[in-house]
């Protein structure tokens, strides 16, 4: 027997702390017509995916971006952007592939339905971040 309730429940997370790769982005419009970034997060060792929702006019957004870029790659905070959607779109670029380790929480919907939600990016895993904390390497690898 197929419950889709149990189905749905089974892909939630506990709070806490994983390992997650970003794994695909695509544009997302509001209702307004803004237009923004829905980024999915694969869970890694779990068949989940963490949805990400970053709409350029949104201050939690640009925060989650700024965090994770100063992760994968400190230099894009450098730049300017012609828009907040491009500066999503490059930090999401320089993510692919990487392990990232974030903090995930269950939150509750108005309509009561519960949801994995980023709270935040903590620390690459195995990767630049370590490296450079370390000081492995002259060149941190990206």
Known sequence: MFNPKSYLESKLLKAGTYILSPVEYRYQTKTDGSIGLMVEFAVEGQDVRVPSFWFPENDLAIRMAASL?????????????????????EVVKAA?????????AVNKRPD??????????????NGAFEAKKEKQYDEVPF
């Open 69 to 89: 870029a100063r992760l994968v790659d400190p230099r894009l905070l450098e730049k300017s952007y012609p828009t907040a959607l491009e500066f999503f779109e």
């Open 96 to 104: 692919e592939g990487k392990r990232i380790v974030a903090l995930v």
């Open 112 to 125: 009561g339905s519960l949801v994995n939600r980023i709270k935040s990016f903590i620390r690459l895993e």
